[in-house]
């Protein structure tokens, strides 16, 4: 499996990327949005197409409520930092998906959840109605929403892993 070239960070940093991962959602970016492009550049992707290439992922994926959006930015960071590039590569596949499930099963354990709509603690009649329409981010919608409190647990979730690479 190719090895990626990212770019080395302290510990410091990689908690500061945590800080900035909540930032972004407190600036209003999706929960993906937010854990992806704390941590994309050092991969060599820019934020603003990080934030575009996660912007669907937003509200459990495309505000359907099912995959927590700070949840699919861990997958999208794994596939960064070792996703395999050769379709033929079963080993690299392998290797990327055994990290995936690793570091979901710590966010699970943490978050009773890698579902929106359990997390949100929504029902099924819920979900449907305008179900494409975002959320207006007042300050009432922050204080009911554990979102920012689950982007901070995957950007920690993944700096963490990071750590443990070094």
Known sequence: MEEVRRKKVSDQELDERVARAVDNFMQGYGCCQSVVAAFADLYGMDEVMAKRVAAGFGGGVGRMRMMCGAVSGIVMLVGLDCGQTEGSDREGKSACYKVVQELL????????????????????????????????????????RPCAAKVESAARIFADYLKGKK
């Open 105 to 144: 099963a710590r966010s699970q354990a943490e978050n009773g959840s890698l579902i929106c709509a359990e997390i949100l603690g929504i029902q099924g009649h819920e979900k449907a109605q305008n179900s494409y329409v975002a959320s207006a981010r007042t300050a009432e919608y922050y204080k009911t």
